[in-house]
């Protein structure tokens, strides 16, 4: 009868009843009551494919309720749990071989934040350091075309009892996108709960092994993106993206507030201003600053923040990043060369910080 009960209830993750599915771990356990008085009791235990299974709670209630309607709603029922793949790591045990945690922002979109954290990656990556990248940006995810392997797929592997999806390696550095999961050319149409849980899964149901540095390229202004990774990761410092013009500036304030909030304390290792002056290539010597002269380091000194680098607007740079070829590539040019020395200037000041600072604390943790 228990078993009849259970074939009614349909396991949304395949489409069929929990007996079909293979979910019936064992045979379901019925005891007598001991006493008068005392009810049935039912022991189910059903099998999930992990812990983090989001029609776990709705299956379980329905398996409850099925029982009850068969056999009698006076009857006792325990669902005990088990999972295919081994639970997820707690918060703050995620990326146990991960050193440092960077998170690249801007307050405003457009300012080149994706660009910035593509070419420090890879900038690292060719000073000899292990690298992950992950794009954060769920609704606007750009990393697998910088990096040329749009049409690339991740795989899932099994370690250590649990799946995990490999990152793609390219130029040295492990990435992973919502990207590569969603069509290219449709929109994600997701409520904030759905992707910051497909965030989650990009960050602790993956295999990202040792890094030196794990790059975290976060979507423009302030959101559930930005909670969600300061709730699960201890991140070792902020980088602040912003171009030199003034709306830009008072965005990046923002930014800048958000990680330096009493809540937050995640330090500032530095402001990175990007487009800082236009370069035609047949006037290379020449400076155009169309978007304001220097905001950033005004900033940078009214905030007491270290200019890790000052970037030229030039048209290779964006050509590169359309073309899948980052400019941190070639480092015998002179944007280039720019992305090396901002990756050194990004080692110094994280050296600094572990020397002089203690390990950031994940938010909502004491």
Same mark, same amino acid.
Request: glycine content about 8%.
């Given at each position: 009868?228990? /078993?009849?009960?259970l074939?009614?209830?349909?396991?949304?993750?395949?489409?069929?009843?929990?007996?079909?599915?293979?979910?019936?771990?064992?045979? *379901?356990?019925v005891?007598?009551?001991?006493?008068?008085?005392?009810?049935?009791?039912?022991?189910?235990?059903?099998?999930?494919?992990?812990d983090?299974? *989001?029609?776990?709670?709705?299956?379980? %209630?329905?398996?409850?309720?099925?029982?009850?309607y =068969?056999?009698?709603?006076?009857?006792e029922?325990?669902?005990?749990?088990?999972f295919?793949?081994?639970?997820r *790591?707690?918060? &703050?045990?995620?990326?146990p071989g991960?050193?440092?945690?960077?998170?690249?922002?801007?307050?405003? &979109?457009?300012? &080149?934040?994706?660009?910035?954290?593509?070419?420090?990656?890879?900038?690292?990556?060719?000073?000899?350091?292990?690298?992950?990248?992950?794009?954060?940006?769920?609704? &606007?995810?750009?990393?697998?075309?910088?990096?040329?392997?749009?049409n690339e797929?991740? @795989?899932?592997?099994? %370690?250590?009892?649990?799946?995990?999806?490999?990152? /793609?390696?390219? @130029?040295?550095?492990?990435?992973?996108?919502?990207?590569?999961?969603?069509?290219?050319?449709?929109?994600?149409?997701?409520?904030?709960?759905?992707a910051?849980?497909?965030?989650?899964?990009?960050?602790?149901?993956?295999d990202?092994?040792?890094?030196d540095?794990?790059?975290?390229?976060?979507?423009?202004?302030?959101?559930?993106? =930005?909670l969600?990774?300061?709730?699960?990761?201890p991140?070792?410092g902020?980088?602040?993206?912003?171009?030199?013009?003034?709306?830009?500036?008072?965005?990046?304030? %923002?930014?800048?507030?958000?990680?330096?909030?009493d809540?937050?304390?995640?330090p500032?290792l530095?402001? /990175?201003e990007?487009?800082?002056?236009?370069?035609?290539a047949?006037?290379?010597?020449? %400076?155009?600053?169309?978007?304001?002269?220097?905001?950033?380091?005004?900033?940078?000194?009214?905030m007491?923040? *270290?200019?890790?680098?000052q /970037?030229?607007?030039?048209q290779?740079i964006?050509?590169?990043g359309d073309?899948?070829?980052?400019?941190?590539?070639?480092?015998?040019?002179?944007?280039?060369?720019?992305?090396?020395?901002?990756?050194?200037?990004?080692?110094?000041?994280?050296?600094?910080?572990?020397k002089?600072?203690?390990?950031?604390?994940?938010?909502?943790?004491?």
């Amino acid at each position: 009868m228990i /078993i009849d009960a259970l074939a009614t209830v349909t396991y949304a993750g395949t489409k069929k009843n929990l007996v079909e599915s293979g979910m019936v771990a064992d045979t *379901p356990a019925v005891a007598a009551p001991a006493a008068e008085g005392e009810p049935w009791r039912v022991k189910v235990v059903l099998e999930f494919p992990r812990d983090t299974d *989001p029609f776990l709670k709705s299956t379980i %209630k329905a398996a409850e309720a099925a029982i009850k309607y =068969h056999c009698g709603k006076d009857v006792e029922v325990a669902i005990v749990t088990e999972f295919k793949s081994a639970p997820r *790591p707690e918060v &703050g045990q995620m990326l146990p071989g991960v050193k440092n945690i960077i998170a690249v922002s801007s307050g405003k &979109g457009g300012v &080149g934040k994706s660009t910035v954290s593509a070419n420090l990656a890879i900038a690292l990556a060719r000073l000899g350091y292990r690298v992950g990248l992950l794009d954060t940006d769920i609704f &606007g995810p750009s990393m697998p075309k910088m990096f040329n392997v749009e049409n690339e797929r991740p @795989y899932a592997i099994k %370690k250590d009892g649990r799946d995990l999806i490999c990152p /793609i390696e390219q @130029y040295g550095v492990k990435l992973l996108s919502i990207g590569f999961f969603v069509s290219p050319t449709t929109a994600t149409l997701w409520r904030g709960g759905m992707a910051t849980s497909a965030l989650k899964q990009l960050i602790a149901d993956a295999d990202w092994g040792e890094l030196d540095y794990f790059i975290l390229d976060t979507p423009p202004g302030t959101s559930d993106i =930005h909670l969600t990774l300061l709730q699960t990761l201890p991140i070792t410092g902020a980088v602040i993206v912003s171009t030199p013009q003034q709306v830009a500036l008072a965005d990046a304030r %923002k930014g800048i507030d958000m990680y330096r909030n009493d809540k937050v304390n995640v330090p500032i290792l530095g402001l /990175i201003e990007n487009m800082a002056w236009f370069t035609p290539a047949e006037l290379p010597e020449n %400076k155009y600053y169309i978007f304001g002269k220097e905001g950033c380091k005004q900033l940078a000194a009214e905030m007491d923040v *270290p200019l890790l680098a000052q /970037i030229p607007l030039v048209q290779s740079i964006c050509d590169n990043g359309d073309n899948g070829t980052p400019a941190a590539l070639n480092s015998d040019t002179a944007t280039g060369l720019a992305f090396i020395n901002l990756a050194q200037a990004v080692v110094t000041v994280v050296n600094r910080r572990n020397k002089e600072q203690p390990q950031t604390k994940i938010v909502g943790t004491k």
